[in-house]
């Protein structure tokens, strides 16, 4: 710049740099030249394109023009005031690489990224140059990548066959911003018929009976009943001029619907199909299909993970209720107290865990640790634990030794953590006088605490043969003087609160078989 230029001069001398045009229209990278009121002054041929407009239509354009439609990656509306040319024209300084969305009427939207340069004469911005790039494809990729993360997650999460779904769906549109998602599950009803599983988004635009997979009928014809119909993914990327689509066409455009796609799913084995709408037309290209193709693919297989997952809960318990029957059929007394601390609904165990704030895992694990915490009293002699009365030293050793043999047993079961390690922890004190090992309570497993906790309570409270139970008054006052010393404290407040919000043991009528010295 020569000193003096005037800013007249200087834009001047940049207008006709663009009316060169040779050079700048050979170039992929859009160039635009921006007034100091955010008017467009010109651009070449790659900013037209872009844009979406023609040179004619360059007149009264400005950054602010809301036929542009410009949104952040997030799918936000993106103000006037907070575009890259503004902020440069403001600021005077430039900005890099920001991601502007452009939404041009009769377009798919396009993802731009926007770097500006003030342009100065004497320190004063007098222009601005934009430059534009097409990053559509990046953007969508990485976008499909966040959304699928996201998905996998929530999926994989899920406690129940039919949460996937949902779960698929509400992502789709909070996180992928479509307008909706439903997944349509073949009717086990009415033939050809297409059931609605579940939906987010605009839910007030697909209605039962709305579509069919028969090829009879005009219903079936469509994306969603193709899709199921043939296994084939199906695209429409513009609802309101597609010739198949006339019995919804007018429902779209009132919904402002214009692309869809609908993937076929076999969830858990029944034929159903994912259909997705946008507001924009051609919103399903080819990276896009196939990244909301793996999507639905990762949510089949969370639903895989669930069932699975299902079934192995089953199988555990009932591995564990086949183990405590094994102690049952030794001391139907002990069974019984195993039940009151373990058993589902009447777990006291669980509910201290639940007070003391750990998470439901954990809760269901302690819960099935108190199921089978006796297990090893299979290897002490019946006539042992169904007498009434004390023990001998040499018998009271033999009892002793149950919880080491309780931990071999649940060790072997391939059980997961900590239930083998409470069965064998669940008789230690905290300042080191229980039993197998003597551990200090540093060393004691939390679960093993609880239970500890949960068996003396419970077996003080029920009847034994030799007399009758001694009431919870009695069972949380031993607790209580023992807290800090041979019971953990806070677990010891959790039980207190447990039986002040009005937990029972339900059905206490059961007895056991014990003495005064610790079988329990």
């Known amino acids: 710049m020569v000193q003096g230029q005037s800013a007249t001069d200087h834009e001047s001398q940049l207008e006709s740099l663009f009316s060169g045009r040779g050079l700048l229209d050979s170039l992929a990278t859009g160039l635009l030249l ?5 008017s467009l002054l010109d651009c070449n041929r790659a900013g037209l394109d872009l844009l979406g407009v023609s040179r004619d239509q360059l007149a009264g354009l400005a950054v ?49 990224s926007n770097t500006t340069y003030p342009l100065t004469v004497d ?52 996180q992928g911003h479509y307008a909706l998602a439903w997944i349509g599950v073949v009717s086990s009803i009415k033939e050809g018929d297409i059931d609605i599983a579940c939906a987010a988004g605009v839910t007030d635009y697909p209605y039962e009976g709305m579509v069919s997979w028969s090829g009879s009928k005009d219903s079936g014809l469509g994306p969603v009943g193709t899709a199921v119909r043939t296994g084939v993914t199906q695209v429409v990327n513009d609802l309101l001029n597609e010739s198949l689509l006339e019995p919804w066409r007018e429902r779209a455009a009132q919904f402002g619907l214009n692309s869809c796609i609908a993937i076929p799913l076999a969830p858990a084995g029944r034929r159903a199909v994912l259909t997705i709408y946008d507001r924009h037309i051609f919103a399903f290209d080819e990276t896009t299909v196939k990244g909301l193709e793996e999507i639905a693919e990762g949510a089949e297989f969370g639903i895989a993970h669930v069932r699975s997952m299902k079934q192995l809960e089953a199988a555990l318990d009932g591995t564990i209720a086949a183990l405590a029957r094994m102690t049952e059929t030794r001391d139907p007394y002990t069974a019984g107290h195993q ?18 704030g750990l998470d439901a895992k954990m809760i269901e694990l302690i819960r099935q640790s108190g199921e089978v915490h006796d297990i090893g009293k299979i290897a002490v002699p019946a006539e042992i634990l169904t007498r009434p009365g004390r023990l ?23 059980l997961p953590w900590p239930i083998a390690e409470v069965a064998l922890q669940h008789h230690e004190r ?29 077996a003080m409270t029920q009847h034994r043969p030799y007399r009758p139970g001694l009431g919870i008054d009695v069972a949380l006052a031993e607790v209580t003087s ?39």
């Open 482 to 520: 023992g807290a800090g010393t041979l019971f953990d404290a806070e677990v010891v407040r959790s039980c207190l609160a447990v039986f002040e919000a009005g937990f029972t043991f339900g059905n206490s009528s059961s007895s056991r078989a014990a003495d005064a010295s610790g079988i329990d």
């Open 34 to 38: 921006f007034g100091t009121d955010g």
């Open 392 to 414: 001998s030293p040499l018998e009271f050793e033999m009892v002793k030794r149950h919880p080491l043999v309780g931990y071999d047993i649940l060790s072997q079961a391939s």
């Open 64 to 112: 602010s023009d809301p036929r542009w439609g410009a949104v952040r990656e997030d799918g936000t509306p993106f103000p006037a005031n907070e575009r890259p040319t503004m902020v440069t024209m403001q600021s005077g300084e430039p900005c890099s690489d920001v991601i502007v969305g452009i939404d041009n009427s009769g377009m798919a939207r396009r993802w731009l």
């Open 430 to 458: 905290m300042d080191g006088s229980g039993y197998p090992n003597g551990l200090p309570g540093s060393e004691i497993i939390l679960p093993a605490r609880i239970i500890a906790v949960a068996d003396v309570v419970e």
């Open 123 to 174: 320190g004063r911005v007098t222009g601005v140059l934009s430059s534009l790039v097409d990053v559509s494809n990046r953007v969508q990729k990485e976008h499909l990548l966040r959304l699928l993360s996201e998905v996998n997650r929530v999926v994989m999460s899920a406690s129940d066959e039919a949460d996937p779904l949902q779960h698929l769906c509400t992502a789709l549109v909070e």
């Open 339 to 356: 039940r009151h601390v373990g058993s589902l609904g009447s777990s006291l165990g669980a509910a201290i865990a639940k007070q003391h």
